[in-house]
């Protein structure tokens, strides 16, 4: 089945500067990847995400990169600011049409984005 | 809309005890979810129900029950709890990619 690698576990950034985190992926028919927020005691909220028909996309100071020949995609944070302060989770899916569209996550970057 | 509501909020259970986490969504999503979170972890599949009727194992499904006899619920139930099943719950919902999250049941067996 799916399996998804993410790191680092944790990333320490000042405001202001970028921050990176990546995840990697095992089985060649995941097409979906979403990005996930979790702030401490809320529930993981959707804040980007991309198709395998797609390299890139962007959303404000928010982008992902996805590059399928090596099975690996990317968030890419600029400009961070405290509030970006959560816990990040990556995962992957068939996508909807894949009969189940079922979700593997990531084990999450904690990041903290120090004023 | 609501979204995607769980119940309870809070449980503490005894071990053997059994108990049902509600979850209800008002989206007419036909696919829902159950997901676990241990501390520090991700979110790990339970089981999942790609409409009324039909549900399947996800990657960690013992210990646990479901049904989905209507498109809004999709309960879960816990029977003959253990410690290990200690968690935060979360329910899901999605109509195609996107999946929307309740905000959790945090349960826990002593």
């Known amino acids: 089945g799916e399996n998804v690698e993410q790191h680092p576990s944790t990333l320490s950034v000042q405001e202001g500067d970028s921050a990176v985190i990546k995840c990697t992926y095992s089985?060649?028919?995941?097409?979906?990847f979403p990005w996930y927020k979790q702030e401490l005691g809320k529930r993981p909220q959707l804040i980007i995400d991309i198709r395998s028909n797609v390299g890139e996309k962007k959303d404000q100071r928010i982008a992902v990169t996805l590059n399928k020949t090596a099975k690996h995609f990317s968030l890419h944070i600029t400009e961070t600011q405290p509030e970006d302060s959560a816990v990040y989770f990556c995962?992957?899916?068939?996508?909807?049409?894949?009969?189940?569209?079922?979700?593997?996550f990531g084990t999450g970057t904690l990041l903290a984005v120090q004023p | 809309n609501a979204g995607v509501t769980q119940t309870p909020k809070f449980r503490i259970l005894k071990i053997g005890q059994s108990m049902t986490l509600q979850c209800t969504q008002d989206?007419?999503?036909?696919?829902m979810y159950w997901y676990r979170q241990d501390p520090g972890m991700g979110l790990k599949l339970i089981y999942y129900s790609v409409g009324a009727g039909i549900t399947d194992k996800g990657e960690v499904p013992n210990g646990y029950n479901v049904s989905r006899s209507t498109t809004e619920d999709f309960p879960l139930r816990l029977e003959l709890a253990a410690p290990s099943q200690t968690s935060v719950y979360f329910c899901?919902?999605?109509?195609?990619?996107?999946?929307?999250f309740g905000p959790g049941t945090r349960l826990t067996v002593t």
């Open positions: 989206m007419n999503h036909n696919y």
């Open positions: 089985d060649s028919a995941s097409n979906y």
């Open positions: 995962a992957a899916s068939m996508g909807y049409g894949g009969a189940t569209n079922k979700l593997i």
């Open positions: 899901a919902s999605s109509f195609r990619d996107e999946q929307y």
